[in-house]
């Protein structure tokens, strides 16, 4: 230093560094839309109902939860001659498994059907308000994917149904209703046809009690 300058010591003033806010685990493993898209929409097809002249009269959709396995509503196939599934640009014949009816829950075999089972949460993980994601075929329109959430647990005389404003059209019964981490919660069934967003989904817990209550 130069005689007579007196140096000031420097100071350094180290600001707290923020913190990043750490995504709770239900955070980190949810989905964007485009993800859950793209993860579950190869499982969900197109069902077709043939009468006796071969032709289709009624058309919805339906989940793959098992190898060649696909759940369906029963009131798409009830009355049809033949069945058949179309997935992948692909077309596949259909044979009835197990019905239950008063469920409005139907299972087909289709033999030789590439595509995979879904993932499968439980009714006991879900809560009114959080986002869900249905997947179908409305008005043929196959794969249309729809946003809402659960709007209500609803108890019906069959039993407690799931209430929601994702969006479903004649042709989404039988499809998948998935939650943000693309797992299916419930099968997209009927709508209030007098008002809008007025929709309903079976739960897929039921999957496990067909014919068995």
Same mark, same amino acid.
């Given at each position: 230093?130069?005689?007579?300058?007196?140096?000031?010591?420097?100071? $350094? !003033? &180290?600001?707290?560094?923020?913190? %990043?806010?750490?995504?709770?685990? @239900?955070?980190? =493993?949810?989905?964007?839309?485009? *993800?859950?898209?793209?993860?579950?929409?190869?499982? $969900? !097809? &197109?069902?077709?109902?043939?009468? %006796?002249?071969?032709?289709?009269? @009624?058309?919805? =959709?339906?989940?793959?939860?098992? *190898?060649?396995?696909?759940?369906?509503?029963?009131? $798409? !196939?009830?009355?049809?001659?033949?069945?058949?599934?179309?997935?992948?640009?692909?077309?596949?014949?259909?044979?009835?498994?197990?019905?239950?009816?008063?469920?409005?829950?139907?299972?087909?075999?289709?033999?030789?059907?590439?595509?995979?089972?879904?993932?499968?949460?439980?009714?006991?993980?879900?809560?009114?308000?959080?986002?869900?994601?249905?997947?179908?075929?409305?008005?043929?329109?196959?794969?249309?994917?729809?946003?809402?959430?659960?709007?209500?647990?609803?108890?019906?005389?069959?039993?407690?149904?799931?209430?929601?404003?994702?969006?479903?059209?004649?042709?989404?019964?039988?499809?998948?209703?998935?939650?943000?981490?693309?797992?299916?919660?419930?099968?997209?069934?009927?709508?209030?046809?007098?008002?809008?967003?007025?929709?309903?989904?079976?739960?897929?817990?039921?999957?496990?009690?067909?014919?068995?209550?």
């Amino acid at each position: 230093a130069t005689p007579g300058v007196v140096v000031s010591p420097t100071v $350094v !003033v &180290v600001q707290p560094r923020a913190e %990043a806010a750490v995504p709770s685990p @239900a955070q980190a =493993s949810e989905l964007s839309p485009e *993800a859950v898209y793209a993860k579950v929409a190869p499982s $969900v !097809v &197109v069902v077709d109902s043939i009468d %006796a002249s071969g032709r289709p009269f @009624a058309r919805g =959709s339906g989940v793959v939860t098992d *190898a060649q396995q696909v759940v369906t509503n029963c009131h $798409v !196939v009830q009355r049809a001659v033949q069945i058949k599934v179309h997935s992948a640009g692909m077309e596949y014949t259909a044979t009835s498994g197990t019905s239950d009816t008063t469920l409005d829950l139907c299972m087909l075999q289709v033999a030789n059907l590439p595509a995979a089972a879904v993932a499968r949460s439980t009714m006991a993980k879900l809560r009114v308000g959080q986002t869900v994601y249905a997947i179908g075929a409305p008005q043929g329109l196959d794969q249309t994917l729809s946003q809402g959430l659960i709007s209500a647990l609803r108890e019906m005389s069959m039993g407690m149904v799931i209430q929601t404003s994702a969006a479903i059209s004649p042709g989404s019964s039988g499809g998948g209703l998935f939650d943000s981490q693309g797992r299916l919660v419930g099968i997209t069934t009927f709508q209030a046809k007098t008002v809008q967003n007025l929709n309903f989904a079976l739960p897929v817990d039921w999957l496990d009690t067909m014919r068995t209550r």
